[in-house]
């Protein structure tokens, strides 16, 4: 770790423009990424500016605007937190279930939610400042794409990079059309879908998402659903906890009678961005929830995998993860 | 009451829940410097330049040591190096000694700086370039250019060359098939640590995190030039070995970065060169066949292992517990070896049985199922009873009856002969075992016993206590052949100012130390005793020893307790304040691991009649069995329960003996199921950098584990009657979970670890 300068601040105008005066400046939230980052001499930063000091900690029902009705979750929520609120135990279980999947009790404690956003990916050619990585290091090459790349992207990757977004949260966040609410340099809020956030790769990897310099996130919104009953977040991965998802899948249905009415699903470990699988949705909307039609959304999204040399079980995984979580959404969303 | 063998707790247990046991990077010294290794970021190559101005500079920095500054070393020579006792060298590659690259990672330069974070901040900032060559990574492809070993531990390596081919190819009833393991990095909690202490120019004290005080002594003596009596290596607790913290030459790294600063230096290896300069299990590819009867009788059993090495003699020696196993008339194993530019393999946790019973016990239950017969009943029919390559009766062999318990306990008759017979919901739910076996081995050992006038008794030895318990059952041992409780008993032990023991390795310490403390002992109980009968004013006196007892720290008339004289009434009235006795073990076979010389009295290790190596074969044995629930969709397996019974001799301490055991259970579990070590084929290095990408099981992943142990301590390797435990418990374990995932789906899957993408 290189030695940096520690700021901190209560005001988050001043956290911004403390920002923007020094090019080399990252925000500290939680430091559950940033810190291991550093270690590894993968990030250097020469200031930490700590925003744990600003008041964007709230979890609260959405009293006007679009979202009226929907929740409100604050950038520097933890995640513990969010995921055990009682309005999202019970009208956003998908996100509890998000959450709960991901790192570990310890990690979640400390962890926020605008830092969830915001961490980078687990590629091991990344954190090696050895190796070769666009994304660190832009013009470099990218090593996995040759490399060992079991744990990476399928769906939206280019030569450049073929790294995946590690989240289980944001891969809820996106099933459930979550916007992302920043404030800029001018004070003024911003209003991010939650699915034009984080970025594909092409040939700009070293961006993660669309903030713009000096933007900070201050919460979360998450639209009113009728999908409490009936939405399940599936993780698969190589050990039965603490383990990033080969694979992982966020379905919501709301059925009337057995027709489906409106339906998402989102996929985590298959992208450089939490991954809306468009196609199976397009394909089950009106539709009867069934197996075979489960099925059939599962091929119509997966058809359109690349897969890579070492990650080709992704693909037939991917669908039997989509008909598993559509399943189990369909029977009330609970583990059996 | 005899407290040997009962499961008490840790005596250091609670030293380790409060944080205050001192491990070896914990022993800070005033002025303290802290150096951090540079890895070479080439797999095989030349360094041709070094730009160290950027670190030199950096805020703190003391010293940057490269090849061109760094001071001259003693080169590697394993015959002169042999004769000093330096055997267990990590890597025969002495550090920062010509601008040679072997493998990623190698440490090329070290920075001395006056905290960690200035020296880790500096050591990013050093260039260097090399001069880069092709490097060999492929295993596949280069075992071809390997070679085959003729020794393997000081024996023939390669057993009835070609010998099977004739037998198997005419017989009706045979398999052939390959299996495939992993590379696998140790990985205990604690990493390797050393903190180098100067006194003068050639007085050295080492803190270090190592299995075994006195070899570290020895390596850093013969490398850094010095006499052994003036090296002294401190451990008193080691945070998980598993075979990794035998010595590794990082330690001189600290003691160079000593002598150039002429301060204290701390080096402390991080998570990620765990992945490369500490060793690892190196990756198998075995190919088995076993060919048999009409009846199921085997006829001949064939283990071609091959694997990969570099800077060591060391290779996987997969086929040792196929050379234990099984009754067959002919039995041929045979090893292939490449030389890949990875660091060093080495021991780790049971090496060679561990992925050794893999490919037999997985191949015994493929035959099994070809010739229709139940795996255990297979395993029973073809049971060895006497040790079928040397011929000796094994020192005792309670097999059979880990197998009767184990189906007992486990319910083994439920298991289905045909596979996905058992579902629930979407689980199908297989049944798998096999057997396991490691050799017994000793050493010779020594150890030396106080007792004050208070009755307060010391036990000192160099042994180590790795996690294993070694604290607690000295204790209990010592206690028993005093008549006192636990609580009177201090051990100190991983020093080289105690008497000299041998490395905790090889599942040895136990069979080689007690039998030392208990002569130890039992020397200062009779000169006690002795002392009574001569002293006029005991109640003892004139008494001889066959009419005599001991309890509750006093001698009594056997018959008439009354009749009886306390240890400090004798040492009071003879005007001793202390007694001490010190003793040796030392096996007929020879010292073994162990210190060749003897400091102190030596005593037998066994009888004479029972003790020799050439009549008897030691070996432990025991049965796992393993319930499976694979939910097939998704590939996901998940071991539901476990069964382990083992047959490890006398069991010293019931509590620590199963957390062994359990431990051992549960590395074999993540060997099966998730541990795997890979290579990035165009640059040579580890990808699993981390525990974030090297999985081991966590809690979610094991299941209840029910162990049972047979108890009955074997008559012939000590006077104490207890086989090593350390390192039984992973073998067989990934077999008996592959062969229950092929009970549960059908499916065969040969090549470990079995992550989900193999089941799809």
Same mark, same amino acid.
């Given at each position: 770790m290189r030695p940096f300068k520690f700021s901190s601040t209560k005001d988050p105008n001043s956290a911004i423009k403390m920002l923007m005066d020094n090019t080399n400046a990252k925000f500290l939230a939680g430091g559950t990424n940033i810190l291991d980052l550093m270690k590894e001499d993968v990030e250097r930063p020469d200031e930490l500016i700590d925003i744990t000091s600003l008041h964007f900690t709230q979890i609260k029902t959405i009293?006007? *605007?679009?979202?009226?009705g929907g929740i409100s979750i604050g950038g520097l929520s933890k995640n513990t937190d969010t995921a055990n609120d009682p309005v999202i135990r019970r009208d956003f279980p998908l996100l509890t279930q998000a959450i709960l999947a991901g790192a570990s009790a310890q990690i979640r404690n400390m962890a926020t939610n605008g830092g969830n956003l915001n961490q980078r990916t687990r590629c091991s050619y990344f954190y090696d400042t050895a190796m070769p990585c666009n994304k660190r290091e832009p013009g470099t090459g990218c090593g996995a794409r040759e490399g060992i790349n079991r744990m990476h992207a399928i769906f939206g990757w280019t030569n450049n990079c073929v790294a995946v977004h590690p989240s289980d949260m944001c891969v809820a966040l996106v099933a459930l059309d979550a916007v992302v609410i920043v404030i800029g340099t001018d004070g003024k809020s911003r209003a991010i879908p939650f699915a034009d956030y984080h970025r594909l790769p092409g040939d700009t990897p070293h961006k993660d998402n669309n903030l713009v310099p000096g933007e900070l996130i201050t919460s979360v919104e998450i639209p009113k659903n009728n999908f409490a009953g009936n939405s399940y977040y599936l993780k698969v991965r190589d050990r039965a906890s603490y383990a990033f998802a080969l694979v992982s899948v966020a379905a919501a249905l709301e059925i009337n009678g057995n027709q489906i009415k409106q339906v998402r699903i989102a996929m985590g470990g298959v992208a450089h961005k939490p991954w809306r699988a468009i196609e199976a949705e397009k394909f089950l909307l009106g539709k009867s929830a069934s197996n075979e039609n489960f099925k059939q959304a599962a091929e119509a999204e997966m058809q359109h995998a690349k897969p890579l040399e070492h990650n080709k079980f992704k693909v037939e995984l991917g669908k039997r993860a989509i008909i598993r979580a559509l399943t189990q959404a369909m029977n009330g969303g609970t583990n059996s | 009451m005899a407290i040997t063998g009962k499961p008490i707790d840790r005596v250091d247990g609670r030293l380790k829940v409060t944080g205050t046991a001192t491990y070896a990077a914990e022993f800070n010294q005033p002025n303290m410097a802290y150096a951090v290794p540079v890895r070479s970021t080439i797999a095989k190559g030349t360094i041709t330049t070094f730009d160290t101005v950027a670190a030199e500079k950096s805020a703190g920095v003391i010293a940057v040591l490269t090849h061109k500054n760094a001071s001259r070393l003693k080169a590697i020579n394993p015959e002169e190096q042999m004769k000093a006792g330096v055997i267990f060298i990590g890597e025969d590659l002495v550090p920062l000694q010509d601008n040679q690259v072997h493998y990623f990672g190698q440490f090329i330069a070290l920075v001395v700086a006056e905290t960690y974070e200035q020296a880790r901040s500096a050591a990013a900032l050093l260039e260097v370039t090399y001069n880069k060559e092709k490097h060999a990574i492929d295993l596949v492809s280069e075992l071809p250019k390997g070679y085959k070993p003729k020794l393997l531990f000081g024996r023939e390596a390669q057993l009835n060359t070609g010998k099977t081919a004739d037998l198997i190819a005419a017989s009706p009833h045979k398999i052939e098939q390959t299996y495939t393991t992993s590379t696998e990095n140790h990985h205990p909690m604690e990493p390797h640590a050393t903190v180098a202490v100067w006194e003068g120019a050639d007085k050295l004290t080492l803190y270090d995190a190592t299995q075994g005080v006195v070899i570290t002594r020895a390596i850093a003596a013969y490398f850094l030039n010095l006499k052994p009596d003036n090296v002294r290596v401190i451990s008193p607790f080691v945070g998980g070995g598993f075979g990794t913290k035998g010595t590794w030459l990082h330690i001189v790294l600290a003691a160079m970065a000593g002598q150039v600063t002429k301060r204290p230096v701390k080096l402390v290896i991080s998570r990620q060169m765990m992945q490369t300069n500490v060793g690892r299990r190196s990756a198998t590819i075995q190919k088995i066949a076993l060919s048999s009867d009409p009846k199921g009788k085997l006829t001949a059993i064939r283990h071609n292992s091959e694997t990969y090495t570099n800077l060591t003699q060391f290779f996987e020696p997969s086929g040792l517990a196929t050379a234990v196993l099984y009754e067959a008339p002919l039995r041929e194993i045979t090893y292939q070896v490449a030389k890949l530019n990875v660091g060093a393999p080495t021991f780790m946790r049971?090496? *060679?049985?561990a992925p050794g019973t893999f490919a037999l016990e997985s191949a015994m239950d493929e035959m099994a199922f070809e010739m229709k017969i139940d795996p255990l009943a297979f395993r029973v029919l073809n049971h060895a009873a006497t040790d079928p390559e040397t011929k000796h009766p094994f020192s005792a062999n309670y097999l059979l009856e880990c197998y009767r318990v184990g189906a007992e306990k486990f319910g083994w008759s439920a298991r289905k002969m045909q596979p996905r017979q058992t579902r629930n919901g979407k689980y199908l739910i297989g049944y798998g075992m096999a057997t396991a076996t490691y050799p017994a081995g000793r050493s010779s050992a020594s150890a030396r016993v106080q007792m004050t006038i208070k009755g307060e008794i010391k036990v000192m030895t160099a042994a180590s206590d790795i996690g294993t318990g070694t604290y607690t059952v000295l204790a209990q041992t010592a206690a028993d052949a005093l008549g006192v409780s636990v609580e009177r008993i201090t051990v100190e032990i991983g020093d080289t100012n105690l008497p000299p023991a041998p490395i905790a390795g090889g599942s040895q310490t136990t069979a080689s130390v007690h039998p030392a403390v208990l002569a130890a002992v039992e020397t200062l109980r009779k000169d006690l005793m002795l002392l009574a009968f001569s002293d006029t004013k005991s109640k003892l006196n004139g008494r001889k020893a066959d009419e005599i007892d001991f309890a509750k720290g006093k001698f009594y008339l056997k018959g008439d307790a009354s009749i009886s004289d306390s240890y400090a009434d004798i040492m009071s009235r003879n005007n001793k304040q202390i007694m001490e006795a010190c003793a040796t073990s030392m096996p007929a076979s020879g010292s073994g691991l162990g210190a060749p010389v003897a400091p102190c009295m030596v005593v037998p290790l066994a009888t004479e009649e029972n003790s020799d190596a050439k009549k008897y074969s030691f070996h432990s044995f025991g049965a796992q069995f393993a319930e499976v629930w694979v939910d097939e969709d998704l590939g996901t397996i998940r071991v539901s329960r476990f069964t382990s019974v083992q047959d490890v001799g006398r069991i010293m301490n019931e509590k620590t003996a199963r957390s062994q055991i359990i431990g051992g259970v549960i590395f074999g579990l993540g060997a099966a199921l998730m541990e795997e070590t890979q290579y990035d084929k165009h640059w040579g290095n580890p990808v699993t950098r981390s525990l974030a990408d090297y999985h081991v099981p966590v809690n979610a992943d094991v299941p209840q584990i029910d162990v049972h142990f047979i108890g009955k301590p074997d008559p012939h390797i000590s006077s104490i009657g207890a086989r090593g435990i350390g390192e039984i418990g992973i073998t067989g374990v990934s077999a008996a979970i592959a062969n229950a995932v092929f009970n549960a789906t059908g499916k065969r899957i040969r090549s470990l670890p079995l992550t989900l993408d193999k089941l799809l």
């Amino acid at each position: 770790m290189r030695p940096f300068k520690f700021s901190s601040t209560k005001d988050p105008n001043s956290a911004i423009k403390m920002l923007m005066d020094n090019t080399n400046a990252k925000f500290l939230a939680g430091g559950t990424n940033i810190l291991d980052l550093m270690k590894e001499d993968v990030e250097r930063p020469d200031e930490l500016i700590d925003i744990t000091s600003l008041h964007f900690t709230q979890i609260k029902t959405i009293s006007e *605007g679009t979202n009226k009705g929907g929740i409100s979750i604050g950038g520097l929520s933890k995640n513990t937190d969010t995921a055990n609120d009682p309005v999202i135990r019970r009208d956003f279980p998908l996100l509890t279930q998000a959450i709960l999947a991901g790192a570990s009790a310890q990690i979640r404690n400390m962890a926020t939610n605008g830092g969830n956003l915001n961490q980078r990916t687990r590629c091991s050619y990344f954190y090696d400042t050895a190796m070769p990585c666009n994304k660190r290091e832009p013009g470099t090459g990218c090593g996995a794409r040759e490399g060992i790349n079991r744990m990476h992207a399928i769906f939206g990757w280019t030569n450049n990079c073929v790294a995946v977004h590690p989240s289980d949260m944001c891969v809820a966040l996106v099933a459930l059309d979550a916007v992302v609410i920043v404030i800029g340099t001018d004070g003024k809020s911003r209003a991010i879908p939650f699915a034009d956030y984080h970025r594909l790769p092409g040939d700009t990897p070293h961006k993660d998402n669309n903030l713009v310099p000096g933007e900070l996130i201050t919460s979360v919104e998450i639209p009113k659903n009728n999908f409490a009953g009936n939405s399940y977040y599936l993780k698969v991965r190589d050990r039965a906890s603490y383990a990033f998802a080969l694979v992982s899948v966020a379905a919501a249905l709301e059925i009337n009678g057995n027709q489906i009415k409106q339906v998402r699903i989102a996929m985590g470990g298959v992208a450089h961005k939490p991954w809306r699988a468009i196609e199976a949705e397009k394909f089950l909307l009106g539709k009867s929830a069934s197996n075979e039609n489960f099925k059939q959304a599962a091929e119509a999204e997966m058809q359109h995998a690349k897969p890579l040399e070492h990650n080709k079980f992704k693909v037939e995984l991917g669908k039997r993860a989509i008909i598993r979580a559509l399943t189990q959404a369909m029977n009330g969303g609970t583990n059996s | 009451m005899a407290i040997t063998g009962k499961p008490i707790d840790r005596v250091d247990g609670r030293l380790k829940v409060t944080g205050t046991a001192t491990y070896a990077a914990e022993f800070n010294q005033p002025n303290m410097a802290y150096a951090v290794p540079v890895r070479s970021t080439i797999a095989k190559g030349t360094i041709t330049t070094f730009d160290t101005v950027a670190a030199e500079k950096s805020a703190g920095v003391i010293a940057v040591l490269t090849h061109k500054n760094a001071s001259r070393l003693k080169a590697i020579n394993p015959e002169e190096q042999m004769k000093a006792g330096v055997i267990f060298i990590g890597e025969d590659l002495v550090p920062l000694q010509d601008n040679q690259v072997h493998y990623f990672g190698q440490f090329i330069a070290l920075v001395v700086a006056e905290t960690y974070e200035q020296a880790r901040s500096a050591a990013a900032l050093l260039e260097v370039t090399y001069n880069k060559e092709k490097h060999a990574i492929d295993l596949v492809s280069e075992l071809p250019k390997g070679y085959k070993p003729k020794l393997l531990f000081g024996r023939e390596a390669q057993l009835n060359t070609g010998k099977t081919a004739d037998l198997i190819a005419a017989s009706p009833h045979k398999i052939e098939q390959t299996y495939t393991t992993s590379t696998e990095n140790h990985h205990p909690m604690e990493p390797h640590a050393t903190v180098a202490v100067w006194e003068g120019a050639d007085k050295l004290t080492l803190y270090d995190a190592t299995q075994g005080v006195v070899i570290t002594r020895a390596i850093a003596a013969y490398f850094l030039n010095l006499k052994p009596d003036n090296v002294r290596v401190i451990s008193p607790f080691v945070g998980g070995g598993f075979g990794t913290k035998g010595t590794w030459l990082h330690i001189v790294l600290a003691a160079m970065a000593g002598q150039v600063t002429k301060r204290p230096v701390k080096l402390v290896i991080s998570r990620q060169m765990m992945q490369t300069n500490v060793g690892r299990r190196s990756a198998t590819i075995q190919k088995i066949a076993l060919s048999s009867d009409p009846k199921g009788k085997l006829t001949a059993i064939r283990h071609n292992s091959e694997t990969y090495t570099n800077l060591t003699q060391f290779f996987e020696p997969s086929g040792l517990a196929t050379a234990v196993l099984y009754e067959a008339p002919l039995r041929e194993i045979t090893y292939q070896v490449a030389k890949l530019n990875v660091g060093a393999p080495t021991f780790m946790r049971a090496p *060679g049985e561990a992925p050794g019973t893999f490919a037999l016990e997985s191949a015994m239950d493929e035959m099994a199922f070809e010739m229709k017969i139940d795996p255990l009943a297979f395993r029973v029919l073809n049971h060895a009873a006497t040790d079928p390559e040397t011929k000796h009766p094994f020192s005792a062999n309670y097999l059979l009856e880990c197998y009767r318990v184990g189906a007992e306990k486990f319910g083994w008759s439920a298991r289905k002969m045909q596979p996905r017979q058992t579902r629930n919901g979407k689980y199908l739910i297989g049944y798998g075992m096999a057997t396991a076996t490691y050799p017994a081995g000793r050493s010779s050992a020594s150890a030396r016993v106080q007792m004050t006038i208070k009755g307060e008794i010391k036990v000192m030895t160099a042994a180590s206590d790795i996690g294993t318990g070694t604290y607690t059952v000295l204790a209990q041992t010592a206690a028993d052949a005093l008549g006192v409780s636990v609580e009177r008993i201090t051990v100190e032990i991983g020093d080289t100012n105690l008497p000299p023991a041998p490395i905790a390795g090889g599942s040895q310490t136990t069979a080689s130390v007690h039998p030392a403390v208990l002569a130890a002992v039992e020397t200062l109980r009779k000169d006690l005793m002795l002392l009574a009968f001569s002293d006029t004013k005991s109640k003892l006196n004139g008494r001889k020893a066959d009419e005599i007892d001991f309890a509750k720290g006093k001698f009594y008339l056997k018959g008439d307790a009354s009749i009886s004289d306390s240890y400090a009434d004798i040492m009071s009235r003879n005007n001793k304040q202390i007694m001490e006795a010190c003793a040796t073990s030392m096996p007929a076979s020879g010292s073994g691991l162990g210190a060749p010389v003897a400091p102190c009295m030596v005593v037998p290790l066994a009888t004479e009649e029972n003790s020799d190596a050439k009549k008897y074969s030691f070996h432990s044995f025991g049965a796992q069995f393993a319930e499976v629930w694979v939910d097939e969709d998704l590939g996901t397996i998940r071991v539901s329960r476990f069964t382990s019974v083992q047959d490890v001799g006398r069991i010293m301490n019931e509590k620590t003996a199963r957390s062994q055991i359990i431990g051992g259970v549960i590395f074999g579990l993540g060997a099966a199921l998730m541990e795997e070590t890979q290579y990035d084929k165009h640059w040579g290095n580890p990808v699993t950098r981390s525990l974030a990408d090297y999985h081991v099981p966590v809690n979610a992943d094991v299941p209840q584990i029910d162990v049972h142990f047979i108890g009955k301590p074997d008559p012939h390797i000590s006077s104490i009657g207890a086989r090593g435990i350390g390192e039984i418990g992973i073998t067989g374990v990934s077999a008996a979970i592959a062969n229950a995932v092929f009970n549960a789906t059908g499916k065969r899957i040969r090549s470990l670890p079995l992550t989900l993408d193999k089941l799809l």
